[in-house]
T-cell receptor, first 115, second 114 residues
Framework: AQSVTQLDSQVPVFEEAPVELRCNYS??????LFWYVQYPNQGLQLLLK??????LVKGINGFEAEFNKSQTSFHLRKPSVHISDTAEYFC?????????????FGKGTKLTVNP | DVKVTQSSRYLVKRTGEKVFLECVQD?????MFWYRQDPGLGLRLIYF???????EKGDIPEGYSVSREKKERFSLILESASTNQTSMYLC?????????????FGSGTRLTVV
């Protein structure tokens, strides 16, 4: 079964600084990869996804992620963050078991953007 | 705009009460999921359903049951609520077959058991 490791539980940054949120998954078999964002007291919202093709994926709000098969990583980046990017970010990978397919989520990274 | 709607944003219940959390989606999705979210533990899957009247246990089903009588509605039931079930509960849905469209989540229900 797949597992997802988000290497940092909390990431504090200053406004307008670049940020990278790290995500590694366990298996190099063909996978779909996702990043979700959760603002306080809300559900999760899809930021971007990798299904196939170009390894650099662009999402909403200026975020992008790079799929690296050899390193089994899917790190999320933004070149210049805003206060409004303060949220929790979840990485997820598809996992097929017993004929069904589900998403497996990491434990999340809390991004705090300070003025 | 397509939606997953959870009936309550905040809920306070007493220990021992039977609690129903309702989730409705308007996207004709086959798959529906219930997660609980706790600080430091991320999202943990409680139950999921791939079709009407079908259900499968997730990673932490103990103390919970589910009901799916109609395609659009997936209910989570706490038979006898306990304080350790105080948590944020998230419902999600997805198209059948595979996960390439990802999940659509509801806004969550924050349940407090006193």
């Amino acid at each position: 079964a797949q597992s997802v490791t988000q290497l940092d539980s909390q990431v504090p940054v200053f406004e307008e600084a670049p940020v990278e949120l790290r995500c590694n998954y366990s298996s190099s078999v063909s996978v779909y990869l996702f990043w979700y964002v959760q603002y306080p007291n809300q559900g999760l919202q899809l930021l971007l996804k990798y299904l196939s093709g170009s390894t650099l994926v662009k999402g909403i709000n200026g975020f992008e992620a790079e799929f690296n098969k050899s390193q089994t990583s899917f790190h999320l980046r933004k070149p210049s963050v805003h206060i409004s990017d303060t949220a929790e970010y979840f990485c997820a990978v598809s996992d097929r078991q017993g004929g069904s397919e589900k998403l497996v989520f990491g434990k999340g990274t809390k991004l705090t953007v300070n003025p | 705009d397509v939606k997953v709607t959870q009936s309550s944003r905040y809920l306070v219940k007493r220990t021992g009460e039977k609690v129903f959390l309702e989730c409705v989606q308007d996207m004709d999705h086959e798959n529906m999921f219930w997660y609980r979210q706790d600080p430091g533990l991320g999202l943990r899957l409680i139950y999921f359903s791939y079709d009407v009247k079908m259900k499968e246990k997730g990673d932490i089903p103990e103390g919970y049951s589910v009901s799916r009588e109609k395609k659009e509605r997936f209910s989570l039931i706490l038979e006898s609520a306990s304080t350790n079930q105080t948590s944020m509960y998230l419902c999600a849905s997805s198209l059948g077959g595979n996960t390439n469209y990802g999940y659509t989540f509801g806004s969550g229900t924050r349940l407090t058991v006193v």
